[in-house]
């Protein structure tokens, strides 16, 4: 079983910056070899895919609203993946999960809270 914890919300100005992380660990889990996605909710929304990184993290992906604003990125030796936020806006405001996923399973984080808010 794989758990996912996500830390580094919190309360940004707009314009502002944040760095998301989200540890991996589990027996046996081997982290290196799974790609691995930041997902976000705003109230009353359903959940989006924000970015994903494949499991070498020679590849990314962003929604069209975070491009040239938002960053991916892993560390495969201590199991985290990171997301780093540039030019918060108001709109950028939900709870942040990270996810990843087998044959079979899918696990997510309990989230961490993004609020943009002068």
């Known amino acids: 079983q794989v758990q996912l914890v996500e830390s580094g919300g919190g309360l940004v100005q707009p314009g502002g910056s944040l760095r998301l992380s989200c540890a991996a660990s589990?027996?046996?889990?081997?982290?290196?070899?799974?790609?691995m996605s930041w997902y976000r909710q705003a109230p009353g929304k359903e959940r989006e895919l924000v970015a994903h990184?494949?499991?070498?993290?020679?590849?990314?992906n962003y929604e069209d609203s975070v491009k040239g604003r938002f960053t991916i990125s892993r560390d495969n030796a201590k199991g985290t993946v990171y997301l780093h936020m540039n030019s918060l806006k108001p709109e950028d405001t939900a709870v942040y999960y990270c996810n990843t996923k087998g044959t079979g399973w899918i696990s997510w984080g309990r989230g961490t809270q993004v609020t943009v808010s002068s």
């Open positions: 990184i494949s499991d070498a993290g020679d590849i990314t």
């Open positions: 589990g027996s046996g889990f081997r982290f290196w070899l799974y790609a």
